[in-house]
């Protein structure tokens, strides 16, 4: 037995070793002249693997093109452009630029799929411009315009919610403390909700982040912290990008941070496949006249007349979850956070703002403040 599990690990160590040989020397002799970041970034991934890992890759390829230029080599088929004249030839329609992969070319895009490949994930040109049609009557002016009142309705429950913490202040305090990122979550994830989902979680109402998910259509009913699933996602999948094949391992993997992170990403892909099941089946029993980015994206049609089907459904109504949520907050926030630190540029943008908006109850619609400066 043990001659036996030698030689497989030999033969196993064999194949690792032709295949990074192999596709140094056959698929990426072209870069050769394109300076590293390090040496091991021109032979392995897994050197841009443990930059991710440890959170400084954005700093190491910045550090990279520093002293090497416009172009550095971070993987053994990976440039990293830092030159904005590249951005069109590169994302440019026609260019010739796909999301590709072969033997030695993972796809990064292959770490984020969940329950089918979406908008964002898919590396087909011919399935993307089909996708792309059906969605695209979805975020018109129009439609944009009708769903504002969903927007409305999760910042009015901000305001209540915040207006209790400033009541519950001390008598002698002039001030009622409190962080504002988690509410700026709960605001980004409702108003999500209620647009890609036809309701909100109610994080706002419920003051924390706890919803339910499904791990299939019909599953059992389970739940999960939301904010901090996404938070660990995002973290994780970074890092499986750089080697998307060890996701399909993921809860295997020795590192922790790893396997969470992939176990996290299944959870929020259950958001979108309870909610999104939840919303077909009252729909075929009662109709709806509601109007939101799901009712958009059931409506659309490809050029041949055909809808999306429930899998492709679930996957961008998912891809509008992650897209809208923890971006929007964090920039809330920062915005915020510069605002309070800079009292005149708070003044200015008050004494604009009263210009247009007379009474503390008017809603703020974008008809309203359009034309602002």
């Not at 001030?175 to 647009?195: H, N, V």
Request: net charge positive.
């Amino acid at each position: 037995m043990f001659p036996l599990v030698m030689i497989a690990s030999l033969v196993a160590l064999g194949l690792l070793v032709v295949y990074y040989v192999g596709g140094y020397l056959f698929q990426n002799r072209s870069l050769s002249d394109i300076p590293a970041a390090s040496p091991w970034a021109a032979l392995t991934r897994f050197w841009l693997v443990r930059e991710a890992r440890f959170g400084r890759r954005y700093l190491t390829v910045d550090d990279a093109h520093k002293t090497h230029g416009d172009f550095v080599r971070i993987q053994p088929n990976h440039v990293s452009i830092a030159n904005v004249n590249a951005i069109n030839a590169i994302y440019g329609h026609g260019n010739g630029f796909l999301k590709r992969q072969d033997l030695y070319i993972p796809d990064f895009y292959d770490a984020f799929v969940a329950v089918s490949r979406g908008l964002f994930s898919t590396r087909s040109r011919a399935d993307h411009t089909r996708k792309r049609k059906i969605v695209a009557h979805t975020f018109s002016a129009k439609s944009v315009m009708q769903f504002e009142q969903y927007m409305h309705q999760n910042l009015n429950e901000l305001l209540r919610q915040w207006d209790l913490i400033c009541q519950k202040a001390p008598a002698n305090s002039k001030f009622a403390r409190f962080d504002c990122l988690p509410w700026f979550a709960y605001l980004t994830f409702d108003t999500i909700g209620d647009l890609a989902f036809g309701s909100p979680f109610g994080m706002l109402k419920n003051g924390q982040d706890t919803i339910e998910y499904m791990d299939y259509p019909g599953g059992p009913s389970k739940y999960m912290h939301a904010v901090d699933a996404l938070s660990r996602r995002g973290e994780a999948f970074a890092v499986l990008g750089c080697l998307p094949f060890l996701k399909k391992i993921g809860h295997l993997l020795p590192d922790s941070f790893l396997r969470n992170g992939v176990r996290s990403g299944s959870q929020v892909a259950g958001i979108a496949i309870a909610r999104v099941g939840e919303r077909l089946a009252s729909t075929a029993t009662k109709g709806t006249e509601r109007v939101d980015i799901l009712t958009r994206l059931m409506e659309g049609k490809d050029v041949k007349g055909q809808p999306l089907g429930r899998e492709e459904l679930t996957a961008e109504a998912l891809t509008q979850l992650i897209a809208g949520s923890d971006t929007t907050s964090n920039t809330l926030t920062g915005i915020f956070y510069w605002l309070l630190k800079s009292p005149g540029v708070l003044a200015k943008l008050q004494a604009e703002v009263d210009t247009v908006i007379l009474s503390p109850t008017d809603e703020v619609a974008f008809q309203t403040v359009k034309n602002l400066p």
